[in-house]
């Protein structure tokens, strides 16, 4: 009875992704389907387990690679006989039970064991696939197909154009270091023509050092006696331009100087600093006094436009026409009431009383004697009234008199102030002009403009005297130097061996003569010296040079080990061939086999469809459909050409059973581009391979988990539904 079948029963996120401390699972033997919406973690658990068998992804940085936010990639996988598979930290390896994955790699595990629907699109290589997986369980120490895969390379190292064991390259080393050593033949006899020309150039050498010593003193000589006379040739240049500047400046310094003095008075000239103080304080003290009349004048001046208009009004408010019929109105008023009112009364009054007295009547009496009594006392009050005298007029009299004796009194104040500023105004002009300001014309202001611009003046004249003092100086110290220079320039040229007179072209002729010379003295004795270097150096080399010996030593070498090499080659070449004839005696009984469980497994998917996947002479993949047109998988619409190689995997899956056998199957929504009917077909199959393998098939689409659950119904298979 065989062993139980060993499966991954969980899947153990420690950090990955967005996951951190997950468990997922139990997973069954046999079909697996994990439900999830997207981002719920489906392509994250299907890249754990390819990362935990063979390393972490470290792809470019636009690839996710799962990395978590904090911490390094950790993860293990829990196995239903207790052992596990587990990698921690990012460059960590993997642990536990590693003989669980030494049957497969990493390529066979990503085209084999991990498929997405891009995955599904070929099947690169797919000879040397096949061979690999379906001879990885034959018994050696190694698949058949990989040691002829290894039997090739190195095959190849001997016939490639560069290596340690190219035959090729070997020859070509070989004839190479032949050539060396009769290269380094010739060489030794040049190296002996060499020592002899070298002993012929030493007293050549001696002699042209001596010329070219005596040159170099020559070129010097000039070359100091040059600079010096150019040296002092500009500065003779500059100086005499300076004594023209010097001229010009002393005279236009006189001519403002004289200018100066004629546009001043004498007395403003002459002045000193304590007299124009003095002067200023004077001016001030004027001035004060003048602001103070001007004060006093405009204060006099608005007290008479006051009174004035005191005045000018009571005489626009008297109008003795309507004061003359007022009064008139008023006596007339005051006599109607001294004589009317009396009389209406005693009229009234006295018939009263009469009448009272005739009738004995007190009442009418009473009446009578009060009218008669109040029109007596009204004709005396009138009386009184008509001659009483006239206040108001008095008071408007008094008044009138009043405003035009302050009106006369304020004129006369203000014509003394302004008689008094024109006396200080004259006086002021005399003592402007006495201290020479008569152009101020008595204005204190314009004084002291005029005081300004003498003393400017003064200041300006001062600055010419210093410019002519120092123009002076200037060109007497340059008319000295000037002399020095014509001295020390007849001494340096008659140091160098020319005439006195000598111009700095004549001194530059020499001077290029000389350098010309010594250049070509100094190019002959390079050159000699050049050539005793390379002379020596050759010797030197010679002399240390063993290239003659090492050539023959690695001509023999060479040959030897193109001898072991083409040994080494002629066995390869006989183990190569009989493991091709072993292969082709292996591919006639596997192949076969393989091709038609994948053209069966093709008609289930696509309902006959078709009919069979073969290999052609070339070894290319190709499929027949039902009416037996062959064509290849890049004439298949998408979704067939899916089902083409999903067919071809599961057939070789299931022919390998032994091959990785406690790995699962991981297929991450393989079945979205198939129809209803094909998925169910393509769900049939890989319930079949879920006979022989663990299969884990992750989708987002519950009509996929409802096929796959309906084809594991039907062939009596558990099926195992995780929802994330």
């Known amino acids: 009875m065989s062993d139980p079948r060993v499966f991954l029963e969980y899947l153990r996120l420690g950090h990955f992704g967005a996951f ?34 063979f ?47 030494e049957d497969i790699d990493k390529d066979t595990f990503h085209t084999m064991f991990s498929l997405d629907s891009d995955e599904l699109k070929s099947l690169r290589n797919s ?14 120490a190694s698949s058949p197909a990989a040691a002829l895969a290894r039997l090739n390379t190195q095959l190849e190292s001997f016939t490639a154009p560069e290596g340690e064991c190219s035959i090729p390259h070997l020859i070509e080393r070989r004839n190479a270091l032949r050539e060396q050593q009769q290269i380094a033949s010739d060489q030794a006899d040049r190296w002996r023509a060499h020592d002899r020309e070298l002993h012929g150039l030493t007293e050549e050498r001696e002699a042209m050092a001596e010329r070219v010593e005596e040159s170099r003193r020559l070129v010097e000589s000039l070359a100091a006696a040059k600079a010096a006379v150019c040296s002092l040739d500009t500065e003779r240049t500059k100086l005499t331009a300076e004594i023209e500047r010097l001229n010009v400046s002393r005279n236009e310094a006189t001519a403002a100087l004289e200018e100066h003095e004629r546009g001043l008075d004498e007395r403003l000239v002459r002045m000193t600093g304590n007299e124009d103080r003095s002067l200023r304080d004077r001016l001030d003290v004027l001035a004060a006094q003048q602001q103070r009349l001007a004060h006093a004048t405009d204060v006099a001046r608005t007290n008479y436009t006051s009174s004035a208009a005191v005045y000018e009004a009571l005489l626009e408010t008297v109008n003795e026409e309507e004061d003359r019929r007022n009064k008139q109105a008023e006596h007339r008023i005051q006599v109607a009431f001294c004589v009317v ?34 029109a007596f006392i009204m004709v005396v009050a009138g009386f009184a009234l008509l001659f009483r005298p006239d206040k108001a007029g008095s008071a408007r009299k008094q008044r009138f008199e ?74 007497a110290q340059v008319s000295d130097r000037l002399g020095e220079i014509a001295a020390e320039r007849a001494a340096a040229l008659e140091q160098a061996g020319l005439p006195p007179d000598a111009s700095q072209v004549d001194v530059d002729g020499e001077y290029d003569r000389r350098l010309r010379q010594r250049a070509g003295l100094l190019e002959a004795f390079e050159e000699m010296n050049r050539r005793a270097g390379e002379l020596e150096a050759v010797l030197s080399q010679a002399a240390r040079s063993t290239e003659f010996d090492r050539c023959k030593i690695e001509v023999q070498q060479v040959c030897t080990r193109l001898d072991e090499a083409k040994t080494d080659f002629g066995r390869l070449l006989l183990a190569k061939r009989m493991l091709e004839a072993a292969l082709a005696t292996w591919e006639a ?7 038609a469980q994948a053209s069966r497994l093709l008609a289930l998917m696509t309902e006959g469809r078709w009919v069979e996947v073969s290999l052609t002479s070339e070894g290319a993949l190709q499929v ?10 890049a004439h298949l619409s998408l979704g067939t050409c899916q089902q083409l190689y999903l067919s071809l995997r599961i057939s070789l899956l ?50 996929v988990a409802r096929a796959l659950k309906k084809a594991a119904k039907q062939a009596s298979s558990p099926a195992v539904l995780i929802e994330l």
Not at 417 to 432: I, P
């Open 402 to 475: 009043d405003a035009q004796w302050v009106m006369v009194q304020d004129a006369k104040k203000m014509e003394a102030c302004q008689a008094e500023e024109s006396q200080f105004a004259t006086r002021v002009a005399h003592e402007l002009a006495d201290e020479g300001l008569s152009r101020a014309e008595g204005s204190l202001r314009q004084a002291r403009v005029l005081l300004d611009e003498a003393r400017d003046a003064r200041s300006a004249m001062a600055l010419c005297r210093q410019r002519q003092q120092a123009a002076i100086a200037r060109a």
């Open 624 to 633: 027949t459909d039902a009416a037996g047109i062959v064509r290849p998988p």
């Open 127 to 140: 000879t040397d696939t096949t061979a690999k997986l379906l001879t990885a369980s034959t018994g050696t």
């Open 341 to 374: 009112v009396p009389a209406v009364l005693f009229l009234l009054g006295v018939p009263l009383f009469i009448e009272g007295r005739a009738t004995a009547s007190l009442s009418y009496m009473a009446i009578g004697f009060l009218l008669s009594v109040f």
């Open 20 to 53: 951190h401390n997950y468990t997922v699972g139990p997973f069954g033997s046999q079909l697996n389907v994990v439900l999830g919406a997207n981002e719920s973690g489906k392509t994250t658990l299907a890249s754990l387990v390819g990362g935990i068998l």
């Open 589 to 595: 009984t596997q192949q076969p086999e393989v091709y």
């Open 654 to 703: 299931s022919s390998a059973a032994t091959v990785g056998r406690s790995i699962p199957v991981l297929a991450d929504d393989i079945l979205v581009n198939f129809d209803d009917r094909r998925r169910l077909g393509a769900a049939r199959a890989l319930v079949e391979l879920s006979q022989h393998r663990q299969v884990i098939l992750f989708t987002g689409h519950e009509s």
């Open 55 to 101: 390393g972490w992804d470290k792809g470019p940085l636009a690839r996710n690679d799962y990395r978590p936010e904090y911490g390094d990639r950790s993860g293990a996988l829990l196995f239903s006989d207790g052992r596990t598979l587990a990698r921690e930290g990012e460059d960590a390896p993997v642990t536990g039970a590693v003989e669980l994955m």
